[in-house]
Antibody, heavy 126, light 106 residues
Framework: EVQVVESGGGLVQPGGSLRLSCAAS????????MHWVRQVPGRGLMWLSN????????TYADSVKGRFTISRDNAKNTLYLQMNSLRAEDTAVYHC???????????????????WGQGTMVTVSS | AIQLTQSPSSLSTTVGGRVTITCRAS??????LAWYQQKPGKAPKLLIY???TLQSGVPSRFSGGGSGTDFTLTISSLQPEDFATYYC?????????FGQGTKVEI
């Protein structure tokens, strides 16, 4: 079965750090762009970051740039999100997401998040 | 950042009804838009990408349209399992941004 499973969430104090992991199974992580998306319970979705197949290209939302780092270990088929200087507003469920990697006839790539993990809850509170 | 505004924010309808949700972008995004369905306690599910391409396994009662700044998600005949919250997402530029969601209720 193709799936991703997140882990590493928990309760952390403001200013603290956490590293989230996302274990992929049923497919080779190296073949796909991957993303992190978060959701405050009961609220909307927010895209955080993405990384290309070999890890050479990363992008971040402004609100996490400089604090969060996305990385991957393709040998372990695992994606990571290192989160530093955490704030109360980072409290959310964090989802690991696979990008379908669809391109049309002209070669234009479209994001299509086809595989989502159930998420791991991060609570930032003193 | 590109803002996506969905309308309505919520709607009530009946099984068998036709539903159209609109997503308006703050600037042109060609056809770089996807739609997701989320049920309570579950992760989002991809319905449509590239504005109108139906994801494999998604029922044909779902369809997407539009380009530029105005997009629609239509459910032709609502089924009980379709009651959920729907989000649009633009991938035209960074940061990727979601609409605020549209809750479809009975």
């Amino acid at each position: 079965e193709v799936q991703v499973v997140e882990s590493g969430g928990g309760l952390v104090q403001p200013g603290g750090s956490l590293r989230l992991s996302c274990a992929a199974s049923g497919f080779s992580l190296s073949s796909y762009w991957m993303h992190w998306v978060r959701q405050v319970p009961g609220r909307g979705l927010m895209w955080l970051s993405n990384i290309n197949g070999d890890g050479s290209s990363t992008t971040y939302a402004d609100s996490v740039k400089g604090r969060f780092t996305i990385s991957r270990d393709n040998a372990k088929n695992t994606l990571y999100l290192q989160m530093n200087s955490l704030r109360a507003e980072d409290t959310a469920v964090y989802h690991c997401v696979r990008d379908l990697d669809y391109s049309d006839a002209s070669g234009h790539h479209f994001d299509a998040f086809d595989i989502w993990g159930q998420g791991t809850m991060v609570t930032v509170s003193s | 950042a590109i803002q996506l505004t969905q309308s309505p924010s919520s709607l009530s309808t009946t099984v068998g009804g036709r539903v159209t949700i609109t997503c308006r972008a703050s600037q042109g995004i060609t056809n770089d838009l996807a739609w997701y369905q989320q049920k309570p306690g579950k992760a989002p599910k991809l319905l449509i990408y590239a504005a109108s391409t139906l994801q494999s396994g998604v029922p044909s009662r779902f369809s997407g349209g539009g380009s530029g700044t105005d997009f629609t998600l239509t459910i032709s005949s609502l089924q009980p399992e379709d009651f959920a919250t729907y989000y649009c997402l633009q991938d035209y530029s960074y940061p990727r941004t979601f609409g605020q969601g549209t809750k479809v209720e009975i």
